[in-house]
């Protein structure tokens, strides 16, 4: 079973730029998260995804951050502009159902470097 | 709200002797707990999750955690460390469908 896939693996951008990253889930996984992970710290719920559409974007900052998942599928996270603390790694999950304790498969991530 | 508590952000240990990793959580209901750990620049990856079925759960790796409710713990060891445990370990439970993480105990081992 092939794993979630993430692109790129690295990106370095300067402050007020724009950046996108790209999430391919584990096949017929319906769920689909992403966390954003600062240095030394746990990762931490950006937004979570049923099929196409959005479960929780409570800690989304919304004026920033965009994401989607069309044809519920493969998903990108978007940041327009980005800041000097969006500097994380930020991974992509997912989950083939959302009942009981099946766990959540995560991809490699991306570091993300704001200057 | 369901959360983990992580005692020990860094914990050295030599080759060959005991792993504890501590991990309490907080939840008013049966939680559906887990632990991960995470290889430098790679993502997270499954070591091994609690199911009410026993108390005692075996993981990848050599590794096993035992749910304890009067304690309200879930804490990780290994018998015996290796030079490849070196990595990060993140406890978690499971929230409403999301995983709650803890902030991680970073795992050194030295020969």
């Known amino acids: 079973e092939a794993g979630v896939a993430q692109s790129p693996r690295y990106k370095i951008i300067e402050k007020r730029q724009s950046v996108a990253f790209w999430c391919n889930p584990i096949s017929g996984h319906a769920t689909l998260y992403w966390y954003q992970q600062i240095l030394g710290q746990g990762p931490k719920l950006l937004i979570q995804f049923q099929n196409n559409g959005v479960v929780d974007d409570s800690q989304l900052p919304k004026d920033r951050f965009s994401a989607e998942r069309l044809k519920g599928v493969d998903s990108t996270l978007k940041i327009q502009p980005a800041k000097l603390e969006d500097s994380a790694v930020y991974l992509c999950?997912?989950?083939?159902?959302?009942?009981?304790?099946?766990?959540?498969?995560f991809g490699n991530g991306t570091r993300l470097t704001v200057t | 709200a369901q959360s983990v508590t992580q005692l020990g952000s860094h914990v050295s240990v030599s080759e060959g002797a005991l792993v504890l990793l501590r991990c309490n959580y907080s939840s008013s209901v049966p939680p559906y707990l887990f632990w991960y750990v995470q290889y430098p620049n790679q993502g997270l990856q499954l070591l091994l999750k609690?199911?009410?079925?026993?108390?005692l759960v075996k993981g990848i790796n050599g590794f096993e955690a035992e749910f304890k409710k009067s304690e309200t713990s879930f804490h990780l060891t290994k018998p015996s460390a290796h030079m490849s445990d070196a990595a990060e370990y993140f406890c978690a439970v499971l929230n409403t469908d999301k995983l709650i993480f803890g902030t991680g105990t970073r795992l050194q081992v030295f020969p």
């Open positions: 999950a997912s989950r083939v159902r959302t009942v009981g304790n099946s766990p959540l498969h």
């Open positions: 609690y199911t009410s079925a026993a108390t």
